[in-house]
């Protein structure tokens, strides 16, 4: 009994052990259950994140702002898109960056896309510099693995758009913070002015605007800096940063070929797929997208207007009695643009009011501006911003600080007194400073069209030429407005009627019609464009007219900066005769009629500049190298003579 007793206890003790093990089981799996049931979804529903009262802009991506929030939904179609986002300056500090920075400076551009990677999207940074052309080439296997594409961010999926076909991303954070490669601030004005970090509670989003090709924002930053270049007692550099971002045309425009015996501003790639024994390197010249509205019209010769002009809007900020110089000088390039055969192909226009159009905004990447910039610093520069696909000009802005006024009073003072009376003054006539002003505006105009300078137009007029009034009114001082040569310093007391100021010559209308803004409709490739485009320069092969001389050719007596003459000896001679007359004269013209020595000690300075000048132009002969670009493409060969 005491055997089949305890074999009875334990056989309950075992069933009463397995029932509770099940139990703990089921209650274990109805908690799991329960976790199961209770566990976020990944994705939030699109009337959660973007709610009724949201503040929508519709366009390129719809735009979203939810309080302080803001929201991109990205349609699926614009995945993968090649996108340029260009990150300037709409708003600066006094004196940041020494003068050569200012509202509308560009600080970066990048080609970018957006791709879903799970469950984020990442904002990467594209590249062609290296490329397969050839799309059905293995190689292109190759530079996508060997060329991998940076993260600029990665956001997460808020939420889908009701019919799935939109992603929402917050981009509060991305554009809030300090993100290296869209920043208006540089590592080296970091260092300069000594920046600690990005003050959170003194930045924030100050817009975000979307169109139907672009999204415009507005970033107000202020940065903590130990040694700030103004305002210095506050300890930071404040500033607003605009972010461009534009759509890329589907199919890039046809690149050009660039030849090295025609100046241009490049880009260049790097061709895997070429059927050389190596890398093929492809060098394209930079040029806007000019198509003729009547193709057929177009061929016959006609001038036609193009489906799409260059239009260049004037800052707000412009001066009134400066406005009529400045769309002159944009204008002068229509003539050029007619050799092309285009007519209308550049515009000039005030900028819209705000009643007009309260979205103008100069640094919209859909405009290109003459921008006035109230600065000290004398100069003018003609940035552009470019595809690098296929060197297709997007946008571009001319920037023109205040005080370049003074610096061509002076020159025209100081290397044309001498034989022209009118420039004897220091109260320069209204209508002369203006003529100045135009050729400088067309010059620049000129690089945002795709022209480096051309240091050899100077060089293909005679030096007697510029002693004879009507050779200079009917040529200026060179064949080209792209040299730097802004005046007729070889005129002698006693020359009559003779121009003095630089003007649009025959090179211009040359390289115009060459470089891209002639189109060759037979022609469906670039290298198809080739042979015409040699045969043009064959015919001019030999007139110094038509001839490119290299900035950077610093050895050859032929493209000298600032020179004038096919003898730069003689020139100079002239030159140096011509500033004596004006220092002995420089009192008489300048402190004796203010009764004050501030001019007078700057046209001092300056003249001892232009006579070293002159005397350089003359040094630059003796075992200087005269350089003549033989072959076309990348292959730049000369005759040392």
């Known amino acids: 009994m005491k055997k089949s007793g305890l074999l009875i206890a334990m056989m309950f003790l075992f069933a009463f052990s397995?029932?509770?093990k099940t139990a703990q089981k089921a209650v274990a799996a109805k908690t799991d259950s329960e976790k199961t049931s209770k566990k976020k979804p990944k994705f939030k529903s699109y009337s959660k994140v973007i709610p009724t009262d949201a503040i929508t802009d519709d366009g390129l991506f719809k735009t979203h702002q939810v309080e302080e929030d803001f929201f991109y939904e990205i349609p699926n179609n614009m995945l993968e898109k090649d996108m340029l986002w260009v990150t300037r300056i709409a708003q600066i500090p006094s004196n940041l960056g020494g003068g050569y920075m200012n509202a509308g400076s560009k600080t970066n551009q990048q080609v970018v896309a957006w791709e879903r990677f799970q469950n984020k999207i990442l904002l990467k940074i594209k590249s062609y510099s290296e490329v397969a052309l050839d799309s059905t080439a293995a190689i292109g296997n190759s530079v996508k693995v060997n060329n991998y594409e940076p993260i600029m961010y990665a956001f997460d999926i808020e939420a889908f758009s009701s019919d799935s076909t939109a992603v929402v991303i917050n981009v509060t954070k991305f554009l809030s913070t300090d993100v290296p490669s869209i920043s208006g601030l540089g590592s080296r004005l970091r260092k300069q002015y000594k920046v600690r970090s990005l003050d959170k509670d003194r930045s924030f989003i100050n817009s975000v605007k979307s169109f139907p090709e672009n999204i415009e924002v507005k970033q107000d930053?202020?940065?903590?800096?130990?040694e700030p270049p103004s305002n210095s007692s506050v300890g930071s550099i404040s500033m607003q940063v605009n972010q461009s971002m534009i759509l890329l045309p589907e199919v890039p425009m046809q690149p050009r070929l660039f030849d090295s015996r025609v100046g241009f501003f490049t880009v260049d790639q790097i061709d895997y797929s070429s059927k050389a024994l190596k890398a093929d390197e492809k060098t394209y010249i930079r040029r806007w997208r000019l198509e003729p509205k009547d193709p057929e019209a177009y061929a016959r010769g006609e001038l036609v207007e193009p489906i799409k002009p260059i239009i260049y809007y004037l800052d707000p900020g412009t001066p009134e009695n400066?406005?009529?110089?400045?769309?002159?000088?944009?204008?002068?390039?229509?003539k050029p643009f007619e050799t092309a055969g285009f007519k209308n192909a550049i515009i000039a226009r005030d900028a819209p009011t705000p009643e007009e159009d309260p979205e103008f905004s100069p640094e919209d990447i859909r405009y290109s501006v003459v921008r006035y910039v109230a600065s000290t610093t004398r100069n003018a520069v003609g940035p552009s911003v470019s595809d690098p696909r296929s060197g297709e000009i997007i946008e571009s802005d001319i920037i023109w600080y205040h005080n370049h006024l003074r610096s061509y009073r002076n020159r025209y003072l100081l290397e044309t007194g001498a034989a022209n009376p009118s420039a004897r003054t220091l109260?320069?006539?209204?209508?002369?400073?203006?003529?100045?002003?135009r050729q400088v505006i067309a010059h620049e105009v000129g690089h945002a069209l795709g022209f480096p300078h051309n240091m050899a137009a100077s060089f293909a007029y005679n030096v007697e030429d510029y002693r004879d009034g009507t050779f200079t009114q009917e040529n200026g001082i060179a064949a080209s407005l792209m040299d730097?040569?802004?005046?007729?310093?070889?005129?002698?007391?006693?020359d009559e009627n003779i121009r003095f100021v630089r003007q649009m010559g025959?090179?211009?209308?040359?390289?115009?019609?060459w470089g891209g803004y002639r189109v060759i409709p037979e022609a469906t490739s670039p290298e198809e464009e080739v042979a015409t485009l040699n045969s043009w320069i064959m015919e001019k092969a030999g007139d110094p007219v038509y001839k490119f001389g290299r900035q950077s050719s610093r050895f050859d007596p032929q493209s000298q900066t600032e020179s004038i003459g096919n003898d730069p000896i003689k020139a100079s001679t002239y030159g140096m005769?011509?500033?004596?007359?004006?220092?002995?004269?420089?009192?008489?013209?300048?402190?004796?009629q203010t009764d004050n020595y501030d001019d007078l000690q700057e046209l001092y300075g300056e003249l001892l500049g232009v006579y070293s000048r002159y005397a350089g132009h003359v040094v630059t002969n003796v075992g200087g190298v005269n350089e003549d670009l033989k072959k076309h493409h990348k292959q730049e060969l000369f005759i040392v003579r």
């Open 322 to 334: 400066l406005k009529e110089y400045i769309k002159q000088g944009i204008e002068d390039w229509q």
């Open 506 to 513: 025959p090179y211009d209308h040359y390289a115009a019609n």
């Open 18 to 20: 397995t029932s509770c």
């Open 427 to 437: 109260d320069t006539d209204t209508e002369e400073m203006g003529e100045m002003m």
């Open 577 to 592: 005769k011509n500033l004596k007359y004006v220092a002995q004269n420089l009192p008489l013209w300048t402190s004796n």
């Open 484 to 494: 730097y040569a802004r005046y007729n310093y070889i005129a002698q007391p006693g």
């Open 221 to 226: 930053f202020t940065f903590t800096a130990a």
